[in-house]
């Protein structure tokens, strides 16, 4: 049996808003809130220009403090876009970059030298 049409609409209506709730969770979110008063840390180490691990999403609450933890395996400089923050690299050493995420958007942190894309860092 059939369903009407009103009910075929009201199903895809439906469909679409669980769409669209779902794709609004975000790439690497999880169903917790966000603690805005804790600082969201990113630990990556590079080795042979890849870094680990794999870039992906990383997000922020306006306000929300940064930390950014680097280990390369050659010097280089890390970099937030948009933010103008970074710091040096020495060879086989930590650095680290902190800041407060006070701008909107979508930034990506990389190297300099180098260019590996380390991760996109989403403030909202």
């Known amino acids: ?21 779902v794709a609004g969770t975000g790439c690497g979110s999880t169903d917790e809130p966000v603690d805005a008063s804790a600082p969201v840390e990113v630990a990556i180490t590079i080795t042979e220009g890849r870094a680990e691990p ?13 930390r950014i933890t680097v280990t390369s395996d050659v010097p280089d400089r890390v ?5 103008d ?13 902190e800041f407060v995420a006070d701008m909107d958007g979508l930034f ?12 996109q860092l989403l403030v909202r």
């Open 1 to 21: 049996m059939m369903p009407s049409v009103g009910r075929r609409r009201a199903l895809a209506v439906l469909t679409g808003v669980v769409l669209l709730a």
């Open 54 to 66: 794999q870039p992906g999403r990383v997000d922020a609450k306006k306000g929300q403090s940064v």
């Open 79 to 83: 970099h937030v876009h948009g933010y």
């Open 85 to 97: 923050v970074g710091a040096e690299l020495p060879a086989g050493q930590p650095a680290t970059v």
């Open 108 to 119: 990506e942190v990389e190297t300099h030298e180098s260019s590996v894309l380390l991760f």
